[in-house]
């Protein structure tokens, strides 16, 4: 490999201070405490350390919490998020979006204490937008699993597109790659 390709794998780990400078989210929706491993535009692994202290466990389910699946994919997409946006110079400038999420499957329960390891593997990649595949486990048991597909957005048209409400209009709503 020529020195010119750089490394196919990026230093590791990377803790949270990196992290929050790849990604834009924070606590509490920032859901990814450490990278592992990054292999450029085909993998990443990443930790998520499930506490009681999240502020899901209160509602979700008192006396037997859970962490919600929704989460548990988000956490799959914002890791793949780092591995994408570690290979956008104006990062800064850019948010990455769900367009789809396909084929979620949750297996196991992922409760407080456990450490949730997120392997995402890059399946189709653009410019501007990724598919990959999820895997969500704790231990070697599988927890969770989807399909994600994701598109990067200027930050400023979204930020203009974006209603009063929160809501992005339909005519300026990302489409799936």
């Given at each position: 490999?020529?020195?010119?390709?750089?490394p196919a794998t990026n230093p590791?780990?990377?803790?949270?201070?990196?992290?929050?400078?790849?990604?834009?989210?924070?606590?509490?929706?920032?859901?990814?405490?450490?990278?592992?491993?990054?292999?450029?535009?085909?993998?990443?692994?990443?930790?998520?350390?499930?506490?009681?202290?999240?502020?899901?466990?209160?509602?979700?389910?008192?006396?037997?919490?859970?962490?919600?699946?929704?989460?548990?994919?988000?956490?799959?997409?914002?890791?793949?998020?780092?591995?994408?946006?570690?290979?956008?110079?104006?990062?800064?400038?850019?948010?990455?979006?769900?367009?789809?999420?396909?084929?979620?499957?949750?297996?196991?329960?992922?409760?407080?204490?456990?450490?949730?390891?997120?392997?995402?593997?890059?399946?189709?990649?653009?410019?501007?937008?990724?598919?990959?595949?999820?895997?969500?486990?704790?231990?070697?048991?599988?927890?969770?699993?989807?399909?994600?597909?994701?598109?990067?957005?200027?930050?400023?048209?979204?930020?203009?597109?974006?209603?009063?409400?929160?809501?992005?209009?339909?005519?300026?709503?990302?489409?799936?790659?």
């Amino acid at each position: 490999m020529s020195e010119s390709a750089g490394p196919a794998t990026n230093p590791c780990p990377l803790e949270s201070a990196a992290i929050q400078r790849i990604l834009p989210h924070r606590y509490p929706m920032l859901l990814i405490d450490r990278v592992v491993q990054i292999e450029r535009r085909q993998r990443i692994v990443a930790i998520k350390n499930v506490s009681i202290n999240e502020p899901f466990f209160q509602g979700h389910f008192p006396g037997f919490p859970i962490m919600p699946g929704v989460l548990i994919v988000e956490a799959m997409a914002q890791a793949g998020g780092a591995l994408l946006l570690t290979e956008i110079e104006d990062r800064d400038d850019k948010l990455m979006v769900f367009t789809g999420i396909e084929k979620a499957r949750f297996r196991k329960p992922v409760l407080p204490g456990d450490q949730l390891r997120l392997e995402v593997s890059v399946l189709a990649w653009r410019q501007t937008a990724v598919r990959m595949q999820g895997h969500a486990y704790v231990g070697e048991k599988l927890a969770a699993e989807a399909v994600i597909t994701c598109q990067l957005v200027d930050r400023a048209r979204a930020q203009a597109g974006s209603r009063k409400d929160g809501a992005v209009p339909p005519s300026s709503a990302p489409t799936t790659p």
